[in-house]
Structures are given as C-alpha cells and as structure tokens.
C-alpha cells in the first residue's frame, strides 16, 4: 500500500522529538546525542471496545508529535491478564534509560472492568531493551509494605524519573487510603534490575486540596511537578479542577505548590485529567498534553518557560481514541522497529501475505491428496480423515475455486493444473435442476475459472447450469426454491440462496440472456421483504405458500432457534446484498447491506477478535464453537461493501473485515503448513444442531478467506 505517512515515520528525519515527562537529559562525553526523529504515544483505549479490551497497553507512532496512527491496529501490544494482577492496566508512562539502551514503563494495576473503582493493589513495572520484548513485575503495595499500606484503596499513574543526585530511578504516584480522602504522591527507588522497589514508599508532596496523575520534568536547574488538582471553598467542597504545577530544587523537595491553573478549560465544565509534558526536539518548545476523558479528546498547549501556555489548545489528529499515557521520542531506527513489527500498512499487507503463502502450500498438498479419490471434492478433515463429496454436493466448487484463486495471485502451471483438474470434477452439476446449490457449484470454479483463463468451454458450463438453476424459479412466488417440498414446508426458501444469484447476473451479463437477471433481481427483492426482521437479523428459513406467494413459516435448519441469528446466515446476507448492488446498482440493495453489517457489527455477543460463535444467540456463550467460515464469509463481504459505499460508514466495513482476516491469520484459526489436512483454516462449524462438522475445517471457510484476502490485496495494490 502506498502510504506517504509509514515512508516518512521510517526515514523520519524530523525535527522533533522528546522525553515523555521524563528525567534530565544529560549525555557524557564519550556519548552522542540521539537523532530523534519520531514519537511513540504509550496509552490506554477510551472509547473501542469492552472495558476489558481498553485497559491494555496501546502504542501509537507520529512523525510530528501531532499526526498519529495507532500500531496493531489500535489493538493491545501487551495482555494486561499476563502483567497484572488485576487483569487491566491504566495510565502507562515510559522513560528511555540514561543511556537510551533500556525502556522503562510503569502502569496502573487496575480493571474498573473487573472490580470497578472500589480498589486496586499496585502497579506493574516493565523493562524493554527494544520496545518491543517486555519483562514485567507486579508491586503489590498492600502485601509488600503492610505496615505502611494495609490500608491504601488506590495506587495510582504510577511515572518514573531518573535521579542524578542518587544515579537511581525514582518511581512514583498517587496514593489514597480508604479511610482518608487526602491525595498524594508518593515515591521509592528502583532496583538496578527494575524489578522491584528498593525501599517503602515515602510521601513527596501533597497538594492543598489534593491533587492526582503527577508528571514531572526537569528544566533550568529545577523539577516541574504537573498534576490535576482542586479548589475548594470554605465549606471545603470542590469549587474547581484542572491542571497545576509544583516545582522543587530537587525530587526530595520541598515543593512548591503553584496555585494558577494552567489548562484552558478550568474555567469550564469540561473534566481534563492525566497531563503530561514533553519537549519538542531542537526546539524551545514544550506541549502539555492533556486528557479531557469525559468528551473522548485530547489536547494540548505550548510554552517555552513551562510557566507561561497558549491560551488557545490544540488537537492531535488520530485513528484511536486514547486515554491518560504519555509520549517518549524516538530515533528512525526504533520507528522502523515498531513499524515493522506492528504497523498498520506493514502489519496488514504482511497479514495478506502471509495467509496467502499458507493457502498456497496448503492448496497444493491437499490437491495432491485428493487426487488419490478420483471425482471427489475436498469437504472437510475429520479424525485424521479427509473428507470429501462428489459434484453433487453443494461444497464441490469450493476448492476448486481456491485453487483459481491462487492461481491467479501467483500464476504457475502447476497451481494451473490442479485447478482445471478439480473443477472438471465439478462439470456434471451442469445439469442438477433438484436443489438451488448450482450457483455455488459453478460459479466458484467454472465461474472463476473462466474469469481468469477466458476458457470458452467453461462458459459453455455455465450456460447449462444457469438454465438448470432457473427451472427452479416460481415467477408465482418470487423466488428460487431451495430444498423440495416436506409436511413442515411448502416451498423453502434459505438465505444461502441469495449466494446463488451471482451465478446468474454473471451469465446473463456474459449472454445478454436478460431473464437470469431478472430472475435474481425478483429473488433478491422478495427475500428482502420477507427474511428479515426489524433489526435487520436474518431467518434461515422462509416457506411460501404457492397459491398465495406469502410466508407461511420462519424457521431455522442450523440455527440455535427459529428467532436466534444463526451467524453464517447473516454472513450469506451481508455477502449476498452487497454482491447485488454491485451487480445492479440498486441503492435499496447498498442501504440493505449496511443494515445488515451494521447489525453484525454492533452485535453484543460479537467477540473482541470478530471470528463470530455460531449462533449470535448460542446458550453456550462465550464458550460456544466459533465459526471462522461466517468470519471469512463477513470479511470478504465487507472488503468489497467498503469499497461500494460511499457514506462515512465505509472505514468501519473495511475495519471489521481487516479485524476479522487478521483473527483468521494467527494461530489461533490459520493452520499450520503440513497440518489441518491440508485446509487453511480450522474452526468453523457445519451443522452445530446435527453435531455435524463442529470446531473442524470446512472448504467454505478456505474459500472466502483467500477471497477476502485476494480483495484485500487488490484494494491495497491500487491505493
């Protein structure tokens, strides 16, 4: 992807840099300064996700301190269940060593999600070498100090300073006791390993009316103290709060408090919390930053005295929305570290890669299998088993259409092969007129085929099939019927149907056979009016009455219930009406498709790494199957609706898609090479309520997932 921003934060030959809040710089004679060239913002997420998911470590990365882009994808770089006690981190500050070879970074130990605001037991300190490999330890004031903090309720925006007088580094934060509503800051000493506290905590300052989240800094031979602090009146409640300044000769004090409130919004009643200050390199200039929490901003001020602000704040311009953190500059080399690591543009077109060179190698070793069951189409791999179908199945153009595919991402006469190989195998579903499944037969093989290659005799297939697959059309009714009459229905109509359609707006736009087209015009219509409910979830199955073309029954088949939204159902809609705006250009088709994403994508019970359970309404929840072929299905639909539409909606399609292929691409769902029989993904489910192909790989799930990535890389390849 051509992205003018990762380009300059890699050469990064800016101007600015700083030290988040950090110690008195001062390098010795046989040292260099460093070229500071970017800034890496160290925060907490306000506003994405559960509670749980915001209190994790978050970086993000700036050539100027004022453009930001948040790496991972704004998406923890650390697992706060692994480095606290608590389960959630907040207020996290970083420091670079003295000698700018270690990174130290202290955090909050603290779940509001968990325990909400009734305590917390401590802090974590971590210590990098890279930025990128963390050692961490838990400080437990409570048990570690019990003389002293038996009784301590909060412990908290824990920061670090390097002290010259003592050559140690100073750790310290806000201290409450349950039974004293006093706030003050409280330090200790590090050990040399930053792996402990050298001694108990002892008080360093206490504001007149108390004060929280200090963040000192060294300038002119003195220590700048920046906290939110309160005003009261006489009748000692709460008359105003923003941020004030303390200052001291040195970190033992004694400090001076400073009464002036120095932010530009303590006048108002908007809430701002969690300052910080840093120095812009080879500059005079220093920003308090600020978190104004309750409005989900942040903004800051500029000085050159750090007594003296703009009165007028200024905004940062990001993708993420953060929390009380701080920012440490970094050097070009470092911002090449992050970028490579967990860049969006990097991080995202490797994901791409990635999965395609597993689908690859996967493909090819599951092609050369199979060819040892002659006719036979991968389906599944169950008990050490491959499991496969005949063309009759309704899977038996999935793989083929894989092996397409990756033909045509990376063209070799190998992958060639066994793609005109396996989609012979499907050429007799030509002729299948007993059930609606012929779309998904042929389209994805002798449809993509024919895409590629321009293969004349596969559109001679497909010409055959589409008139197969029309015979099953009711002009009466509307629709195409899907599985034969039965006591419980008359004429069935699945949702899955609406995959089909494709099948048909292709030949007829191939033939000028007209009448295809205005076949899946009529079905696409009529299953819009009658498959979805109000909040725009789908039935899985709509039965009509043949005498008078209405719905006499709303069922489900693989679904948790009748009124449950069954997940891979709701994948076929999304998929299904998107594919059809593209098809016509019916906006009533686009405006459906939004509703239908934007019902997945708000969706309670949709899990925070988006690969959905089976069923959005599954008892079983949290701990029931995931389906990774609803999750490839959703991404490869929402790759292309990105692009489709054109509202201010279309950044959130595309995120989710990405959020979902990059689930689908780690361990956690992309098979090893060698492994998996072969298929590229495990964990999707076939039919839960039949206890039918549950928590295994499906042909499906391989075939929208290297779909999506395909469209992914074309979206990417011609930014």
Known sequence: MKTTYSIFLVVATLLLACSCSSSRKSVSNNQTEPQYSAYL??????????????????????PDAVRWKALNHNQPILNSDDITLSGGIRDPHILRSEDGNTFYMVVTDMSTATNGWKDNPGITMLKSTDLINWEHRIINLEKQYPAKFKNVQYVWAPQTIYDPKADKYLVYFTIKYRDDETLGFYGAYANKDFTALENEPVLMFTPKDGGIDADIIYKDDMYHLFFKGNSKDRNGKKAQSGIKQATAKTLQGPWKEHFEYLDAYHNSQTNVEGSSVFKLNDSDTYILMYDLYSSKRYEFQRSTDLHHFTNKPESFTKDFHPRHGCIMSITAE????????????????????????????QALFLAREALKKEGELPRTYENDELKTSSYKSWISGFFPGVLWYLYENKPTAQMKKYAETYTTRVEEAKHITNNHDVGFMLNCSFGNGYRITGNPAYLDVMKIGAR??????????????SWGTSEKWQYPVIIDNMMNLEFLTSVAQKTGESRYREIADSHAKTTMANHFRPDYSSYHVVSYDTLTAKPHAKNTHQGYADESAWARGQAWGVYGYTMMYRETGNPEYLEHARHIASFIINHPNLPEDKVPYWDFNSPEIPNAPRDASAAAIMASALVELSQLDKSTDSPKWLKLAEEQIRSLTSPAYLAETGTNGGFILTHSVGNHNKNSEVNVPLSYADYYYVEALMRLKKMYNEK
């Open 41 to 62: 913002f160290v925060y907490f997420e306000g506003a994405e996700g559960t509670r749980k998911n915001q209190e994790q470590i978050r970086f993000a990365t700036s």
């Open 334 to 361: 470092e911002a090449k570290r992050l970028n490579d690591k967990w860049g969006e543009n990097t991080s995202m077109n490797g994901v791409i890669e990635k999965g395609l060179n597993i689908a690859e190698s």
């Open 468 to 481: 197969s697959l029309s015979t099953r059309y009711n002009p009466a009714v509307g629709v195409i019927q």
